[in-house]
């Protein structure tokens, strides 16, 4: 079967899946032709495979196959009765987060005027199969059957161990850990690379978000509901 590692990009699925491998040993997967997160910081921390068959295959073999997705839940590779655990954090922390990412070889000037547009373009974006955050929380809020299960960004970056566990428990429950090996905290994966890692803070929107921008993401279609669905400021 094929349990969904979903979310909108930042949300923390990265951390998720080095989680995951390290805790029950399983390998990850992307719906994507090409893994750009381990191209980024290799394939081993996450136990990052080319998927071994189509995903129809996947999804009807009895063992679970954890594929991750950015996707919206309206995606064609994505059957109704497939299970997902979505990854959510605060979307304006998402846009931060993100917006950084994108400039983080910039400094100086260059940099804040990079950060400030690269926000923008990201609360604005309608189409592509990400979507914007509201859309894209949304679309996995409407699932129902079977409903996903819920990782809160700060819950996982306070405890993996316990977040990861209770959301396979509740999606593949005949899978057992395999080891008590520490899963690393997100400080150690910051060091390892400060670039993709960058904080792990929640709330970092509150000073680096410009107020024409805090606006500009309140008048998103679907943001206001997403946010108060999800109990977020």
């Given at each position: 079967?094929?349990?969904?590692?979903?979310?909108?990009?930042?949300?923390?699925?990265?951390?998720?899946?080095?989680?995951?491998?390290?805790?029950?040993?399983?390998?990850?997967?992307?719906?994507?032709?090409?893994?750009?997160?381990?191209?980024?910081?290799?394939?081993?921390?996450?136990?990052?495979?080319?998927?071994?068959?189509?995903?129809?295959?996947?999804?009807?073999?009895?063992?679970?196959?954890?594929?991750?997705?950015?996707?919206?839940?309206?995606?064609?590779?994505?059957?109704?009765?497939?299970?997902?655990?979505?990854?959510?954090?605060?979307?304006?922390?998402?846009?931060?987060?993100?917006?950084?990412?994108?400039?983080?070889?910039?400094?100086?000037?260059?940099?804040?005027?990079?950060?400030?547009?690269?926000?923008?373009?990201?609360?604005?974006?309608?189409?592509?199969?990400?979507?914007?955050?509201?859309?894209?929380?949304?679309?996995?809020?409407?699932?129902?059957?079977?409903?996903?299960?819920?990782?809160?960004?700060?819950?996982?970056?306070?405890?993996?161990?316990?977040?990861?566990?209770?959301?396979?428990?509740?999606?593949?429950?005949?899978?057992?850990?395999?080891?008590?090996?520490?899963?690393?905290?997100?400080?150690?994966?910051?060091?390892?690379?400060?670039?993709?890692?960058?904080?792990?803070?929640?709330?970092?929107?509150?000073?680096?978000?410009?107020?024409?921008?805090?606006?500009?993401?309140?008048?998103?279609?679907?943001?206001?509901?997403?946010?108060?669905?999800l109990g977020f400021d």
């Open positions: 079967m094929i349990v969904w590692l979903a979310s909108y990009p930042r949300s923390g699925n990265t951390f998720f899946r080095i989680a995951l491998h390290r805790r029950y040993g399983v390998p990850t997967y992307t719906v994507y032709d090409v893994d750009g997160v381990a191209e980024q910081i290799g394939a081993e921390p996450m136990g990052a495979r080319d998927r071994p068959t189509s995903l129809d295959d996947m999804r009807n073999a009895p063992d679970p196959y954890f594929v991750k997705t950015h996707r919206r839940r309206d995606d064609p590779a994505v059957a109704e009765r497939d299970r997902a655990i979505c990854l959510v954090r605060d979307g304006r922390d998402c846009t931060v987060s993100w917006a950084h990412l994108r400039t983080r070889s910039l400094a100086g000037e260059a940099a804040r005027t990079a950060f400030a547009a690269e926000a923008r373009a990201m609360i604005v974006r309608r189409t592509g199969g990400t979507g914007g955050w509201g859309q894209n929380v949304r679309s996995w809020q409407a699932s129902t059957a079977p409903a996903p299960v819920w990782v809160r960004f700060d819950d996982l970056v306070t405890d993996p161990a316990r977040a990861v566990g209770e959301a396979v428990a509740a999606t593949a429950p005949g899978l057992r850990p395999v080891t008590d090996a520490p899963i690393p905290s997100f400080a150690e994966l910051h060091a390892r690379d400060p670039g993709f890692f960058r904080s792990g803070a929640t709330g970092a929107h509150r000073t680096e978000l410009p107020p024409d921008l805090h606006d500009l993401f309140w008048r998103q279609p679907g943001n206001a509901a997403a946010m108060t669905a």
